[in-house]
């Protein structure tokens, strides 16, 4: 069965900080991964998407790895702000048609 | 530019009612999606168009659960006799096509609440 797993559910770190949220998928065989933040009472906003064939993608402070043979994939947050509290999500594509599937998500908490 | 689009933003409604919920993609993506989103879970997938038709609807959950996309752009989710287990946040997404390389926006959402 095809599933995606982020642990911990829940995160606090003090402002400054540089973070890692962890991501981790039984099957091998994904297309692409994509990582996506969400604010309370909020749609989900897309972060970075990095394809199979990739082993990273960067944005801003935020970069994304992607581990196939580990199924695994991390979201760095470099110098964390307050801002940035929200619920990190990560999905991953198995077919070639569109069907997400999502981890529980990790909340974090930035505190000033 | 317009992103993506739901209404209503939230939705009461009796057991064994009838609800519909739309969505407006982005203009010009040929692909939309639905999932559905339970209070602190990741969002689950229910459907997706390509065009016009339902490309996978794997993710239905029962024949109570129904939705088209008639021209190709806005789609409309139907859920027949609700139950309270049908309560949830139900997501919008479109991408300029379906595939691999293609990044799916989302909407903000419907909240929907079967009393």
């Known amino acids: 069965k095809q599933e995606v797993t982020q642990i911990p559910a829940a995160l606090s770190v003090p402002e400054g900080e540089n973070l890692v949220l962890n991501c981790s998928f039984t099957d091998s065989a994904i297309y692409n991964l994509q990582w996506f933040r969400q604010d309370p009472g909020k749609g989900l906003t897309s972060l970075l998407l990095i394809q199979s064939s990739q082993r990273e993608q960067t944005s801003g402070r935020l970069n994304a790895s992607l581990d196939k043979s580990s199924g695994r994939s991390t979201l760095y947050i470099a110098a964390s702000q307050p801002g940035d509290s929200a619920t990190y999500l990560c999905?991953?594509?198995?077919?070639?048609?569109?069907?997400?599937?999502f981890g529980q998500g990790t909340e974090l908490s930035v505190k000033p | 530019g317009a992103g993506v689009s739901q209404t209503p933003s939230n939705k009461v409604t009796e057991k064994g009612k009838y609800v519909e919920l739309r969505c407006d993609p982005i203009s010009g993506h040929t692909a939309l999606y639905w999932y559905r989103q339970s209070l602190g879970q990741g969002p689950e997938f229910l459907i997706y168009?390509?065009?016009?038709?339902?490309?996978?609807d794997s993710g239905l959950p029962n024949d109570r659960f129904f939705a088209v996309r008639p021209e190709g752009s806005v789609s409309t989710l139907k859920i027949q006799r609700t139950e309270r287990g049908d309560s949830a946040v139900y997501l919008c997404?479109?991408?300029?096509?379906?595939?691999?390389?293609?990044?799916?926006?989302f909407g903000p959402g419907t909240r929907l609440t079967v009393l």
């Open positions: 168009f390509q065009g016009t038709g339902a490309a996978d």
């Open positions: 999905a991953a594509l198995y077919n070639q048609g569109g069907k997400l599937i």
């Open positions: 997404a479109s991408s300029l096509a379906s595939g691999p390389y293609n990044e799916q926006f």
